[in-house]
């Protein structure tokens, strides 16, 4: 199946199998079944949306004659493409664009200057990619073209240095392999992607490397830091959150006039004021000097120590269709994209789906909905717990027109007969009505509640699992924690732990984060700050004590995710990876690995 980073990768021969037959019905014009991935099943539809025939080859597009990306990523790709001889594996560097700018290597590959984006060949991996900013897998029969239901690819995004948005992708090849996972290409193109990365900050021009360098030795420790040089600007995720669109524009025109006034006697001394809109924080911009010129400024928000410690001020809607909603936290570009759609489809009393995979978020995001449009209180009607006859009783109050307040069903994929049978036959009659459902992919579905899903897909967000999120992990652990016992202080994290939080696979999303905040809410005797060994068992993988090569890196990463996939056991780790028990232990000691 489609695979996101630390999903577990493909399984045996016959998991392929109902993917398969799912195709053919889709691509025979009937529904393509129950047996897929929602996600997947959508991405069809984008196709089919799109006019993608199947029978298609990519089409060529004009190569960029100076693509920074590609100019970059020579060296590297000249070092790669010898180790790909005799081998089955194919390597393709791929732009924001999707076009294939290079490939080369033994197996199957589209050719340079292809269009490969999602409009002309649908969905694939590069594409999923892209889209999610992560690695992605797709696998054979996943793809639409004939022209791959014979290959698995694995693409890894490379990201611009400091810009925060993919430049393109590393893609590896290989022929459809169902027996091996994960896939057989995944470090290497992991290892290619970091290289990549490394030559694009190696020659980003001196000026521009000084001001990223300035704001690198900030924007790690999680401050809300923004770099500027009067026309640009990095804006860190702290920064993103506390500051508005305003206050940012604001502090670039404040950027522009210190490059004016570079030659003022105090032009060139660090300043601090006030921030207008961020109650109880200050700035101090500090300017980045290149050769004797000022280049452009850091400036670094805090709370003012003549306000106290300021808690973090609500961020206005600065960005087109985004709104803060009461008791939601997060800053993360998956999880404001989900948030706009929500508010947008919220702002009409019309139907709306929340789906997404356990303990995301759902239920409270539907609840902020309500207090956000301050409507009347729902009628909650939860199908896990039971509710006989509300869902009737409801339909049959809209239907007489007896002001039956809002109605949220939460695990709609719990939902009785009777229940679904009478939504249905509202919402055949009345489509606007102001329903909220909750629903969690998975488990199987009738076909009653697939009609009920189907037609509620219009109005419908998917929720980001945590993994693809993580960034907003330091952001919800305050929420998380609770009130302190009384005589204890607010529960506070090390650095180290909160890497190690975002290294977790997080099957079990949000709710898994707050159970292990109160496991160690409640069980520490320690004071100051939550260390990495107070941690559940698996998530106290220390980082490496020596600086990593890019492969070894890759190969760490591949190793750590098969343990979480494995809860742990060696043996079978060793077993997916194609490798010895005894290798494992070595290689775990020589990367620096070893679980305590």
């Known amino acids: 199946m489609t695979s996101i980073h630390d999903n577990p990768a493909t399984p045996a021969a016959a998991a392929l199998a109902p993917v398969r037959r799912a195709r053919e019905r889709f691509l025979g014009g009937r529904p393509p079944g129950e047996d897929i991935p929602d996600a997947l099943a959508e991405a069809w539809r984008r196709a089919r949306f799109l006019g993608v025939r199947r029978d298609l080859a990519p089409p060529p597009a004009p190569v960029p004659a100076h693509a920074p990306l590609l100019a970059a990523a020579r060296p590297v790709l000249d070092r790669v493409l010898p180790t790909l001889a005799g081998c089955d594996t194919a390597l393709v560097l791929a732009d924001s664009r999707c076009r294939v700018l290079w490939s080369g290597g033994s197996g199957p590959a589209p050719a340079a200057g292809c269009d490969l984006s999602e409009r002309t060949v649908g969905h694939h991996s590069a594409v999923l990619a892209l889209r999610l900013g ?235 909905l309500f207090a956000w449009r301050g409507t009347t209180e729902p009628l909650v009607v939860d199908a896990a717990e039971g509710a006989p006859g509300d869902v009737p009783r409801w339909c049959h109050a809209v239907a007489e027109g007896d002001g039956a307040p809002p109605l949220l069903v939460l695990h709609a994929e719990r939902l009785d007969q009777p229940d679904v049978a009478a939504l249905l036959s509202l919402l055949a009659r009345r489509p606007e009505v102001p329903l909220t459902a909750t629903h969690t992919p998975g488990t199987r579905v009738g076909p009653c509640l697939r009609r009920l899903l189907d037609l509620l897909t219009a109005r419908s967000v998917v929720l980001p699992p945590l993994r693809e999120r993580v960034e907003d992990i330091p952001v919800l652990l305050p929420g998380l924690a609770g009130r302190p016992s009384p005589g204890r202080p607010p529960l506070s994290w090390s650095l180290d732990a909160r890497r190690a939080l975002e290294q977790h696979s997080w099957p079990g999303n949000v709710a898994e984060l707050s159970q292990v905040v109160r496991e160690v809410a409640e069980h520490r005797r320690a004071t100051g700050p939550v260390r990495r060994g107070e941690l559940p068992p698996g998530m106290r993988v220390p980082p490496a004590a020596r600086r990593l090569s890019g492969m070894e890196r890759a190969e760490r990463t591949a190793i750590l995710e098969a343990l979480r996939r494995h809860g742990g056991n060696k043996a079978r780790a060793a077993e997916s990876l194609g490798i010895g028990r005894a290798t494992l232990y070595r290689k775990l000691r020589a990367l620096g690995a070893d679980q305590p």
């Open 134 to 368: 992560r690695r992605a897998e797709t696998h054979g029969p996943e793809h639409v073209l004939d022209l791959w239901q014979e290959l698995s690819a694995v693409s890894v995004p490379v990201y611009e240095p400091g810009a925060g948005r993919p430049a393109g992708t590393v893609t590896a090849l290989t022929p459809l392999r169902e027996d091996r996972a994960p896939h057989p290409g995944t470090a290497l193109a992991e290892a290619t992607a970091l290289a990549v990365e490394s030559e694009l900050l190696g020659r980003a021009r001196p000026p521009e490397r000084l001001l990223l360098d300035a704001y690198l030795r900030h924007a790690p420790e999680g401050h809300a830091v923004v770099a500027l040089d009067g026309s640009s600007r990095i804006v860190s995720p702290g920064a993103a959150r506390l500051l508005s669109d305003e206050t940012l524009a604001g502090l670039e025109r404040r950027a522009t006039a210190l490059l004016r006034d570079a030659g003022a006697a105090d032009g060139r001394q660090p300043r601090e004021f006030p921030v207008p809109d961020g109650a109880g924080l200050v700035v101090r911009m500090t300017p980045v000097v290149h050769e004797g010129e000022i280049i452009g400024a850091v400036a670094v928000a805090r709370p003012d120590p003549a306000e106290g410690t300021a808690a973090a001020p609500a961020r206005p809607p600065g960005r087109s269709g985004e709104e803060r909603l009461p008791g939601l936290a997060g800053a993360s570009g998956p999880w404001r994209v989900a948030v706009a759609r929500a508010t947008g489809l919220a702002r009409t009393a019309e139907p709306l789906l929340l789906t997404g995979e356990a303990g995301v978020g759902k239920s409270s995001l539907a609840r902020a």
